[in-house]
């Protein structure tokens, strides 16, 4: 999925000598209130890719120039092309991708044993990444009313990448905070999507035993060119004021939190989400989060505008490193629709029933997601009134 280089952002790019990467310093993506694209994005009719995109946004040309000169420069484990990708046949929607490399050679996840594990600065973590790996330092202008002052995040490529424009978000690197989410990386993650002017532009996070596969703070930021289940379905409200709602349809149950303006709105989504992630991490429940462009709660519309961000939780049985034989393994992405596969024969041969088997195998036992839900109803019901 190539696009050209925009001509505007040479600053985001390396040096072409390797020896000045070090010396090269870290650019500033500096954004503010009115780089937020709130209105007019939505899927086209037909396929779609960045090159058929309405505009990039300054965001999109800034990511996508800076990931694809470091792609053609080899910092990632793998060349990414076009993943052959299909729909599965069904009632869900399942997007299936072919993506062997990343299945063979993405670094082995850390030996994580708890949801609250402390950073060990001994493993693996993002201060010891290579300069050039970091395309940018988002930086947030304090612009708006009822904002808070926005920490600044590295943009890191990820190398062993699922799609295109495969990111991570991470906070501060050296304050080294453990995978555990916090309201500024996640206000990052939201409004890295608000950023972006293409429909397929998503940010997700794993918790320590929701196969995380780094005990330091990240979250995940990716293209994909196709519309997930989440997106569009339907949900109940679970607060009478409807800041909690729950989506009861495949490919998993899960907690939806809705904002469709920026300001206090999207910080009090923030602040809701986080007392979430805090009270399952703080009772050991292993979690994924997904955000995207979306309809608003309640909405069963196939309509292709994306009118505000749904941001998706789901608590899970926690799960340990990688299970070597299964087709996919299941966090953030699968739990939304999206199924990146490891084999050919599993691609060739991949089910919705068969999907949906291994999605369930992962979810919490009816009783205890009961008890979940009704904590975290209590939770929201201690907001002020």
């Given at each position: 999925m190539a696009i050209p280089y925009a001509s505007n952002e040479t600053s985001y790019l390396l040096p072409p000598n390797k020896e000045d990467w070090e010396g090269h310093g870290i650019p500033d993506f500096v954004y503010g209130q009115e780089e937020l694209v709130m209105e007019g994005v939505q899927w086209p009719r037909g396929a779609l890719s960045l090159l058929n995109t309405p505009p990039l946004s300054h965001f999109d040309s800034a990511l996508c120039s800076a990931w694809r000169q470091r792609m053609e420069l080899g910092l990632f484990r793998y060349p990414l092309g076009a993943l052959p990708t299909q729909t599965l046949p069904g009632t869900v929607g399942f997007v299936a991708q072919?993506?062997?490399?990343?299945?063979?050679?993405?670094?082995?996840?850390?030996?994580?044993?708890?949801?609250?594990?402390?950073?060990?600065?001994?493993?693996?973590?993002?201060?010891?990444?290579?300069?050039?790996?970091?395309?940018?330092?988002?930086?947030?202008?304090?612009?708006?009313?009822?904002?808070v002052q926005q920490e600044d995040i590295m943009v890191v490529i990820n190398v062993s990448p699922l799609e295109w424009g495969h990111v991570l978000l991470v906070p501060e690197p050296a304050r080294e905070l453990p995978q555990r989410l916090l309201p500024g990386a996640l206000r990052a993650g939201v409004e890295a999507v608000l950023l972006s002017s293409h429909p397929g532009f998503r940010v997700g996070f794993n918790s320590l035993g929701g196969l995380a596969s780094v005990n330091h703070l990240h979250l995940?930021?990716?293209?994909?060119?196709?519309?997930?289940?989440?997106?569009?379905?339907?949900?109940?409200?679970?607060?009478?004021?409807?800041?909690?709602?729950?989506?009861?349809a495949?490919?998993?149950?899960?907690?939806?939190f809705y904002t469709s303006r920026p300001g206090p709105d999207l910080e009090a989504l923030i602040s809701r989400v986080c007392r979430a992630t805090d009270?399952?991490?703080?009772?050991?429940?292993?979690?994924?989060?997904f955000v995207t462009r979306g309809a608003p709660p309640g909405k069963t519309s196939s309509s292709s505008a994306l009118s505000g961000v749904r941001v998706i939780l789901w608590p899970r049985?926690?799960?340990?490193?990688?299970?070597?034989?299964?087709?996919?393994?299941v966090a953030l992405c699968e739990l939304a629709g999206h199924l990146p596969v490891k084999t050919a024969?599993?691609?060739?041969?991949?089910t919705e029933a068969a999907a949906l088997t291994l999605i369930r195998e992962c979810l919490l036992p009816p009783a205890q997601a009961e008890d979940v839900q009704a904590a975290l109803v209590a939770l929201i019901a201690q907001e002020e009134q």
């Open positions: 072919l993506n062997v490399e990343r299945g063979v050679q993405r670094r082995r996840p850390q030996n994580i044993k708890s949801v609250r594990q402390e950073f060990d600065p001994e493993q693996f973590n993002f201060n010891q990444i290579r300069p050039g790996e970091v395309l940018f330092r988002l930086h947030r202008k304090w612009d708006c009313p009822g904002t995940h930021g990716y293209y994909l060119a196709h519309r997930l289940p989440v997106e569009g379905a339907p949900s109940e409200p679970l607060d009478p004021r409807g800041r909690l709602h729950v989506l009861q495949l490919p998993a149950p899960g907690f939806l009270y399952l991490t703080d009772c050991e429940i292993a979690h994924n989060l049985k926690p799960s340990f490193g990688i299970k070597e034989g299964e087709a996919f393994n024969q599993d691609f060739s041969s991949l």
